[in-house]
């Protein structure tokens, strides 16, 4: 439950709120929400290499300061207050539950992309859709939002499996010539036409400019294969600033911590193709 304004408020977690204000939201807020854990506090996790990049990250993609993106206020009111981006971030290194928290509540709030009621106008922008699109669409958004939380929240759960098998994946790499597979121009010009519709901005930070009204690329944008350079198609593709591009590329980000973003990204994508059928009509 999200209440206060359009750019403050709070976010209710586990009987906890969360503070938010504009683009920021309250890391220690967070923090007494997941049970005070000792030794993950946001001054803790701020000082570890992983948090110490991803605020670089941010601060790069954003064109400000570390210290305007985040900040450690004292006295009534207080709190580490970071951008939401590194919220997120900071939720994941609290447990998988507080990142599928953070993914789902936090970045619908922050984006406003992530409500149950979207649709498409002629004009190509979201709008609200009417009440007869909601009644239609309004069941199976849901139903996606909530599978898309519980996979985040079960995430604990397989990693030892994926682990496992990226260890048989590498050995098997090592005896098998890989070939790459080009994106093509039919599902770049699909991507790119998502992205115009969900905002032209990064996927990925949700910070830089990727695509023009027109259409065009912009800022050295690239699309990237997420999982495989064999896997080519919509669903397993996305268009990202150079920053995040170069950041995955170099593995300067893991692929883990741009996981949630993917596939949020590609949420997104399904529920603006449901939207933009009902409104073709069968």
């Given amino acids: 439950m999200v ?12 009987q906890h709120q969360v503070r938010v204000a504009g683009e920021r939201l309250n ?27 991803f605020i670089k990250h941010i601060s790069f993609t954003a064109g400000k300061s570390g210290s305007s993106v985040i ?10 207050w970071a951008h939401w981006q590194i919220g997120l971030a900071y939720g994941q290194y609290l447990s998988p539950e507080f990142h599928a928290w953070c993914n789902t509540v936090v970045r619908r709030h922050m984006e406003g992309k992530l409500v149950p009621a979207i649709g498409v106008s002629t004009s190509g922008e979201l709008t609200t859709l009417d009440p ?18 519980r996979v985040f ?18 050995e098997l790499r090592g005896r098998v010539p890989q070939r790459r597979r080009e994106i093509s121009d039919a599902t770049r010009k699909r991507l790119i036409a998502t992205l115009i519709h969900l905002g032209c901005r990064c996927p990925c930070c949700g910070l830089a400019e990727v695509v023009s009204g027109c259409g065009d690329v912009v800022n050295g944008a690239e699309f990237d294969h997420y999982y ?10 996305w268009l990202i600033c150079k920053q995040c591009h170069d950041a995955l590329t170099f593995e300067r980000m893991p692929r883990a911590e741009a996981t949630p973003h993917f596939m949020s990204f590609q949420l997104r994508r399904a529920l603006l193709r449901a939207a933009l059928k009902a409104e073709d009509g069968p």
């Avoid at 900040?71 to 580490?80: L, N, Y």
């Fill in 153 to 170: 929240a079960e995430q604990h759960d397989i990693r030892e499996l994926v682990a496992g098998v990226r260890s048989e994946l590498s």
């Fill in 228 to 237: 495989a350079n064999q896997l080519a198609s919509n669903d397993h593709t």
């Fill in 71 to 80: 900040v450690a206020k004292e006295g009534r009111g207080g709190g580490t």
């Fill in 3 to 14: 209440t206060g304004g359009e750019t403050s408020g709070t976010l209710a977690l586990n």
């Fill in 132 to 149: 007869e699109q909601q009644r239609i669409l309004g069941p199976i958004i849901q139903f996606m939002e909530q599978s898309f939380a």
């Fill in 27 to 53: 890391l220690t807020d967070l923090w007494k929400a997941a049970g005070s854990p000792s030794g993950r506090s946001p001054g803790d996790w701020r000082v570890l290499p992983q948090g110490i990049d």
